[in-house]
């Protein structure tokens, strides 16, 4: 019976380590990152826009190839309409009795089938053109997917550690404001006794109202948090989630040079840079449409036609066929204008992000160094406060310092705590915002 029951436990104890060791991994980062690159809405819409452009681009391929139409018709007719009878009448009209004679009624059924082939050999490159502009328009699809995924990665990142941050002054609030209401408790007391004055007390009051706003706000945009969060992955917004907390790998960002080199592989830049070939294919484009360009094709048809299937007759047609635009409204010029204007806003764009992305390179890099320097002051404050505290314990072991001043050390302590955390949190965001900047985000590269 004992060796049952502690096989039993045994059972109960592994499940439970299971389950809580699932549940961890389930709620990581690195967990909720690989669940958004595959279940994310946003992700998915940008396959479906991929999807779309490589289609235009296999339509612009069909331009160099012939076009093939094959056609069957089996029809039945009335013998005779109105160009028979006008035709009749003026046979009838002849003095001529041969002429008089003939039939000008038509065959009422008819079977015939045809093959139809249309190929373009020559218009202005324009095949060619149209091509190119539709896979930059497709190459761009891909770079604004990989934009996307990038922003996925950023967003559920940061707004994993704004929960977390969150997390952490929600615990340092609750402590904050049990001892505010402590210290409220005890400047009433004081001031009835008349050894304190009433400014002390309105203060030791607002104290505590103030903590209570910040704790009433941080729930709020903790709930807020938890719904983004769920909206980036793709659950319901009210679903509960609870992250466990980061561990952060110790990474040191490169030197500045080195991330402004690396400026050029810039996403939204690619994007910009394809955004200009685009056009000037586009503008070349116009050329094929211009006045007095000829545009040169063949045609060859083939048929067979009789009144039923065991008496068909051959017929086939072969020809070249050459046209020319010789006015458009100036519709053709319009065009051209029109690219033109596109070729120079994508020239000032990819100007403008150049300049930009420098900025923001060096404005996370700086941002990382000034929080370097924070951590530096912060842990100098943690010890402190952290012998500050052991003197208040040993005071209050001493029985010469209250519970109350305890309380309001430990608060101290863990202020700077939870501010130590944040900070080291954020220096991890930056450097993640200086991958995003300098090209795609490789999730193995963070854990």
Request: contains cysteine.
């Amino acid at each position: 019976m004992k060796k049952i029951k502690s096989t039993l436990l045994l059972f109960l104890g592994m499940s439970l380590v299971c389950v809580t060791s699932f549940s961890n991994e389930k709620n990581t980062l690195k967990s909720f990152i690989e669940e958004a690159l595959q279940n994310s809405p946003y992700l998915k819409l940008q396959e479906k826009n991929v999807n779309a452009k490589d289609a235009d681009v296999q339509i612009a391929r069909a331009n160099f190839f012939p076009h093939v139409q094959g056609e069957f018709t089996r029809d039945r007719q009335s013998d005779e309409n109105y160009f028979t009878d006008f035709q009749k009448k003026r046979f009838e009209e002849s003095s001529d009795t041969s002429v008089q004679s003939i039939n000008t009624k038509l065959d009422q059924d008819i079977v015939a089938w045809a093959v139809d082939v249309k190929q373009d050999i020559f218009k202005g490159f324009g095949n060619v053109n149209n091509y190119r502009e539709k896979k930059r328009i497709y190459d761009i699809s891909v770079v604004e997917q990989k934009i996307e995924k990038n922003n996925l990665i950023y967003d559920i990142t940061s707004t994993y550690i704004d929960l977390l941050n969150l997390s952490s002054q929600l615990s340092f609030l609750q402590k904050a404001l049990k001892s505010a209401l402590e210290q409220e408790k005890h400047a009433k007391r004081k001031y009835e006794l008349q050894t304190i004055s009433e400014a002390e007390l309105l203060k030791a009051q607002e104290k505590s109202l103030e903590i209570s706003w910040k704790l009433h706000e941080a729930k709020q945009t903790n709930e807020i948090s938890k719904n983004k969060l769920n909206q980036l992955l793709g659950k319901p917004l009210d679903q509960e989630i609870e992250p466990e907390p980061l561990k952060l790998k110790t990474a040191q960002p490169k030197s500045l040079s080195d991330y402004l080199k690396e400026a050029e592989q810039n996403l939204d830049l690619q994007r910009a840079q394809l955004k200009l070939k685009k056009n000037r294919h586009k503008k070349q484009l116009t050329y094929a449409q211009h006045l007095l360009m000829p545009n040169l094709g063949f045609n060859f048809n083939y048929e067979q036609r009789g009144k039923k299937m065991t008496d068909l007759k051959d017929g086939w047609k072969f020809g070249a066929s050459l046209k020319v635009p010789l006015f458009d409204g100036l519709e053709n010029f319009g065009e051209k204008n029109k690219a033109q204007a596109g070729i120079e806003a994508a020239l000032v764009e990819e100007n403008l992000l150049h300049q930009k992305t420098h900025v923001e390179i060096k404005q996370h890099y700086y941002a990382w160094q000034s929080l370097e320097q924070k951590l530096q002051f912060l842990n100098k404050k943690r010890q402190r406060q952290q012998k500050r505290y052991d003197d208040v314990i040993k005071s209050y072991k001493e029985k010469a310092a209250t519970l109350a001043q305890l309380h309001a050390i430990e608060v101290l302590v863990q202020e700077v705590e939870t501010e130590l955390l944040t900070t080291k949190r954020m220096q991890f965001l930056n450097i993640l915002a200086l991958q995003k900047l300098t090209g795609e985000i490789y999730v193995q590269n963070l854990f």
